[in-house]
């Protein structure tokens, strides 16, 4: 029997949105969203948020999270990698039932609007393929052969590829896929190891989610919703 639980890290103190993880978005906090997908996902047995803030902590509750613990501020910085706080997870899940969950099911508090049938869709995806390490959900993502960047102190183009690929025909070129935070899913195998995804990354195809990083981004996520919803 696969032990799956969501993981929902959400840390205080955002700044590109300011409270960003509590923040109305169509009447209710930007965070229910992704705890309501964990709780109604089928296959997801135990929905949890891991958060350094009471004030993130008291509201998920109120939405049926569990929020066991604070998260130590050590593991909640600007700069903290995510394996951090799922390994810390881990630790206290082990400590308090004696063993690990398979699968967490990582749902991101600042994409909203997911589909549960995409949810469930990736759990089983992953589930039939044993070998994979993890599943990152991608979207299709332009012509990334074709960019540039311009280099620090100069005003010309620098090709990130080989520049044959900008003589090539679009339809000639590999299509390329951009991670986007609809929903990952993480093994604890691997995570024990020390790795966040591994070496074999199941790749799920989803549509393009709403990402709220800016003021900006959370209006369009209120037009987009009114929409949705």
Known sequence: MHKIVAVIPARGGSKGVVNKNIRDLCGQPLIAYSILDGIRCKSIEETYVTTDC???????????????FLRPKKYAQDTSPDIEWAQH????YKERYSTYPEYIV???ATTPFKKLEVIEAAI???KS???ATSLVSVEEFGEVYKSFTIPKNSQYLSPIFDIRYHLMPRQSLEPTYLPNGYVDILKTETLLKGSFHGDKILAHVVPKVCEIDTEADLEYAEFKGNQFL
Request: aromatic residues 10%; glycine residues 4%.
């Open 106 to 108: 990582h749902l991101r």
């Open 129 to 131: 393929e044993p070998e």
């Open 124 to 126: 089983q995806k992953i």
């Open 89 to 92: 997870f881990l630790s206290w």
């Open 54 to 68: 009471p004030d993130i902590a008291q509201i998920s509750m109120k939405y049926g999270a569990e929020v066991p």
